[in-house]
């Protein structure tokens, strides 16, 4: 089955520096990859996704960059803000299936 | 559109008794989909339902079931409750299978 791995575990930047939190995945079938936000006491909050057949993808501070060959996705956030801090996962979808194969997540701490 | 919800947010049951927990998707979204996050083994698929019908399991014991009914709505039960069930539940939906998850808040049980 499909594993996802994340890293770092934990990142700390300074207010106004850039963020980068990287995955691999192992099924070559799995097509779509989205990227979730959770504060403290809520559900995951879906930020971005990317599917298979783009290689980047943005809005506004957050992209997401995918390449297929070497299995690997990842999230650029630039210019952070304190509010910015909150735990990342990512995670892979084969869309045959609905089963979020999700990585272990990201704490990012974003100090003034 | 509201989003998912669950209920109840909050439950705390003792060992052997068993939960029922609730989740109603966006509307219109007919896939609900299942998770349990522990800080141990992090977000975890428990399963999936399209138009009433169970599509994935993810491997958990036979503790865990669920359902579906025709408004969508969904509900998972956990029976003989273990210390180890303790985590936040989560529930979420999509208009149909593969397409984008938006996640309740969670329902967090605690087993004492």
């Known amino acids: 089955g499909e594993n996802v791995e994340q890293h770092p575990s934990t990142l700390s930047v300074q207010e106004g520096d850039s963020a980068v939190i990287k995955c691999t995945y192992s099924?070559?079938?799995?097509?779509?990859f989205p990227w979730y936000k959770q504060e403290l006491g809520k559900g995951p909050q879906l930020i971005i996704d990317?599917?298979?057949?783009?290689g980047e993808k943005k809005d506004q501070r957050i992209a997401v960059t995918l390449n297929k060959t070497a299995k690997h996705f990842s999230l650029h956030i630039t210019e952070t803000q304190p509010e910015d801090s909150a735990v990342y996962f990512c995670?892979?979808?084969?869309?045959?299936?609905?089963?979020?194969?999700f990585g272990t997540g990201t704490r990012l701490l974003v100090s003034p | 559109k509201a989003g998912v919800t669950q209920t109840p947010r909050y439950l705390i049951k003792t060992r052997g008794q068993q939960v029922t927990l609730s989740c109603s998707p966006i509307?219109?979204?007919?896939?609900v989909s299942w998770y349990q996050q522990t800080p141990g083994q992090g977000l975890q698929f428990l399963f999936e339902?399209?138009?009433?019908?169970?599509?994935n399991k993810g491997n958990f014991p036979g503790r865990f079931s669920g359902r579906q009914f025709s408004n969508s709505r969904s509900e998972m039960n956990v029976s003989t409750l273990e210390l180890g069930d303790s985590a936040l539940y989560l529930c979420a939906s999509s208009l149909d299978v593969g397409d984008t998850q938006y996640f309740g808040p969670g329902t967090r049980l605690t087993v004492l």
């Open positions: 099924d070559s079938a799995s097509n779509y």
């Open positions: 339902y399209f138009s009433e019908t169970q599509r």
């Open positions: 509307s219109g979204h007919r896939s």
């Open positions: 995670a892979a979808l084969n869309t045959g299936f609905q089963k979020l194969v």
């Open positions: 990317i599917r298979s057949n783009v």
